[in-house]
DNA sequence: GTCACTGATCACATT
DNA sequence: GATCAGTGAC
């Protein structure tokens, strides 16, 4: 519908100050000139720049509050968030506000709304609505399935591990371009093996098909598809969902961008919130164009900057911005603050890596002494793995921590393994569970597994179709008692958590062989899971939220699940800390090689570097330490580390206090 | 032909 | 810690 044709019968009350009263909340009061203004247009594309720490989450909580203020059904609103917990505690806030009218707003990832309407859908599209997500890992598995059957592991040259080629077709998916493209831009010396990973792309995109099998890309994919194909769908949709949010939009894709411009097909009521200067995942296909297309995909945008500070004071401003200026494209918006007063962020240079652990342990004690609460203080790095001598550290002063990012509990070989088992009874065409399963058994290898999965697909039904193979001697031991505990768990009876107890019985002697180092601490791990899992009613969604949404706490760190942080320090990966904030923040392993990366080279790739130094300073609101050890010799690379980050550079030491570590020799 | 085990090699960020 | 190639055992 163009815009002519388009009837846009709201007006916008004047608004008398007597008239604001019939708002239970004095919205002038709350919020700043542009954050007002962003929170009472209701209607039409609207594109919210916001700077780091400009309050963005307050403006979009009182507009979902204004929103249902004016009359607008909740249930029309969508929410489209980073992550799950980005939307609950929106949510939370606005309930806080308006109390429990707004619960039936829709709220959560892109992804997990995909899975929702294809959950509901998906037969239009030829799919079971009963497909199992994949997660990396278990695209990575099948990816290597495809290659060996198409014998390109034999290859006298050598082909592409698993973990590029996905990460070749994920980018053609997100980027919506083909494979060419991608090779053409991102890996050029692949193009040779263009038509081979042409004809993979095309054998894993049936393969998933034929057994209902969707991985993350697949969700957004298919959920465009649908709304493509099925028009009637689409206004249907559009019309439920008449006022979309997308927070976060400047990581968001080309193929999320088009899901949003479909679901908006009938209204244009589209905000979408984002900063530039933020963009931080273009391994994810990711582009910082995307925000600034927002107004061509939606004419008539009306776009407002959101960029007074609240968050830090002048002095960590001062060196953000100077962050930010060096970079080669500029970004839009000037930060200010009226948080003048403040302590000059430092820099510390470490003789090792001990040394900068033994600062930032020694300094997190001191701050927490003076009266900082631990669970305001984080440490941020570039990699998960640059923590783990701080930690050891950590643990020596007693100082318990979380961490995000990184491995995740729910990524380890036992999790997974156990639920595979629970994915086969959800879904019994899951190839690849199934593969996973059986290759966990004495005596199964490659070549059995493809057998015996043969055989068990090709019966009406599967969990009779492996009670009734016949394998040589231990094998059929083997496989009678993998069916019995199937066939236990499958009972409609029974809640996932119990479901899930039966597996792990049968699983416990497996992991005894295989893992009988540390035995005991996996064997904790799966006790800690199916505590988790009593919260679930339904097998189906706690599948789902697994793989979309699983407990965000790494893997030392379940026990304080999901950790509500309480009285915790954090420990976070910069991409993990997106949108997050703390009184006092240190960010570690400020030096070249590992900050920047060495992986990244070339000039968009260290651009993305720089701004991702510019959301790990501004995650800060009154102290900021920078601290690099010097003189490390790197062993993956044989180079020696001993340069600061380039994004330190020449800043001057007004802004950026260099300092020295004295020695205090306590041990 | 098939599988299990050993030792060398390499490791960025995430829905 | 996970993965891969190589090797010996059945």
């Known amino acids: 519908m163009s815009d002519e044709t388009r009837p846009d019968r709201y007006t916008l009350r004047p608004e008398p100050d007597d008239r604001a009263r019939r708002f239970l909340i004095d919205y002038k009061e709350e919020l700043n000139p542009s954050q007002y203004e962003a929170a009472v247009t209701h209607k039409g594309p609207l594109l919210v720049l916001a700077g780091a720490g400009s309050g963005k989450t307050r403006t979009l909580v009182f507009r979902v509050a204004r929103m249902v203020e004016e009359g607008i059904d909740p249930a029309s609103i969508l929410l489209l968030t980073f992550t799950r917990r980005a939307a609950e505690e929106m949510l939370q806030r606005v309930e806080a506000l308006l109390g429990s009218r707004c619960d039936r707003v829709t709220g959560g990832t892109f992804h997990s709304f995909a899975n929702t309407i294809l959950r509901r859908y998906a037969q239009l599209l030829g799919f079971a609505n009963a497909f199992t997500i994949l997660d990396r890992s278990d695209s990575e598995d099948v990816i290597n399935l495809i290659r060996s059957r198409m014998g390109l592991d034999k290859k006298a040259l050598?082909?592409?591990?698993?973990?590029t080629i996905l990460e070749i077709l994920s980018l053609a998916a997100n980027k919506t371009c083909g494979v060419a493209a991608v090779l053409n831009e991102q890996f050029p010396h692949l193009l040779d093996e263009l038509d081979e990973l042409g004809q993979i792309a095309d054998y894993y995109r049936d393969y998933k098909r034929e057994r209902s099998l969707l991985d993350y890309d697949d969700l957004l994919s298919y959920l465009?598809?649908?709304?493509?194909?099925?028009?009637?769908?689409?206004?249907?949709?559009?019309?439920?969902?008449?006022?979309?949010?997308?927070?976060?939009?400047?990581?968001t894709n080309r193929l999320q961008a088009d899901i949003v411009r479909l679901l908006?097909?009938?209204?244009?009521?589209?905000?979408a919130v984002g900063d530039d200067a933020q963009s931080?995942?273009?391994f994810r296909g990711a582009t910082v164009r995307n925000i600034f297309e927002f107004p061509d995909l939606f004419p008539g945008t009306k776009v407002i900057k959101l960029e007074e500070n609240y968050r830090s004071t002048q002095p960590i401003l001062d060196l953000s911005n100077e962050i930010i200026l060096q970079a080669k494209e500029s970004y839009t918006k000037n930060l200010f603050?009226?948080?003048?007063?403040?302590i000059r962020p430092v820099l510390v240079e470490a003789d090792s890596e001990r040394y900068q652990s033994r600062f930032v342990g020694q300094k997190i004690l001191e701050l927490h002494e003076s009266g900082v609460p631990l669970p305001e203080i984080a440490v941020l790095f570039r990699s998960s793995f640059h923590s783990f001598d701080l930690e050891i550290e950590l643990g020596r002063r007693n100082l318990q921590f979380v961490k995000r990012g990184g491995f995740k509990f729910i990524e380890t070989t036992h999790i997974k393994d156990v639920l595979a088992h629970l994915r086969i009874i959800a879904n019994p065409q899951d190839a690849v569970s199934w593969y996973r399963v059986l290759l966990l058994l004495n005596g199964v290898g490659a070549k059995s597994s493809e057998r015996i999965l043969a055989h068990v697909l090709d019966a009406p039904d599967p969990f009779q179709g492996l009670a009734a193979y016949r394998g040589r001697g231990a094998v059929n031991t083997a496989l009678k008692s993998l069916a019995e505990a199937l066939q236990q768990a499958r009972d409609e009876g029974l809640k996932p958590a119990e479901q899930l107890e039966v597996i792990v019985r049968y699983y416990e002697p497996i992991l005894k062989h295989r893992h009988h180092d540390d035995y005991p601490k996996r064997q904790k791990d799966l006790e800690h899971?199916?505590?988790?899992?009593?919260?679930?009613?339904?097998?189906?969604?706690?599948?789902?939220?697994m793989a979309l949404e699983p407990p965000t706490s790494s893997v030392d760190n379940v026990l304080a699940t999901d950790g509500e942080d309480e009285g915790l320090l954090t420990l976070s990966t910069i991409h993990s800390a997106k949108g997050l904030e703390w009184n006092s923040v240190f960010i570690i392993w400020a030096v070249e090689g590992r900050f920047p990366s060495l992986y990244n080279k070339d000039d968009d790739e260290l651009e993305e570097e720089r701004r991702l130094m510019y959301v790990a300073a501004t995650r800060a609101k009154e102290n900021l330490f920078i601290s690099y050890p010097i003189n490390i010799y790197d062993r993956a690379?044989?180079?020696?580390?001993?340069?600061?980050?380039?994004?330190l550079d020449g800043i001057p030491r007004r802004i950026l206090t260099p300092v020295m570590l004295m020695e205090d020799d306590d041990e």
Do not use: W
């Open 280 to 282: 931080i995942y273009s």
């Open 529 to 545: 899971f199916t505590i988790i899992t009593e919260r679930y009613r339904s097998l189906d969604r706690m599948l789902s939220d």
């Open 158 to 163: 050598r082909f592409p591990r698993k973990q």
């Open 264 to 271: 908006a097909h009938s209204h244009d009521n589209v905000m």
């Open 637 to 647: 690379t044989g180079m020696l580390l001993n340069r600061p980050s380039r994004f």
């Open 337 to 342: 603050t009226r948080r003048e007063a403040g």
């Open 224 to 251: 465009r598809e649908l709304l493509r194909g099925h028009p009637e769908l689409a206004e249907r949709l559009s019309h439920t969902f008449r006022y979309i949010m997308v927070d976060e939009y400047q990581d």
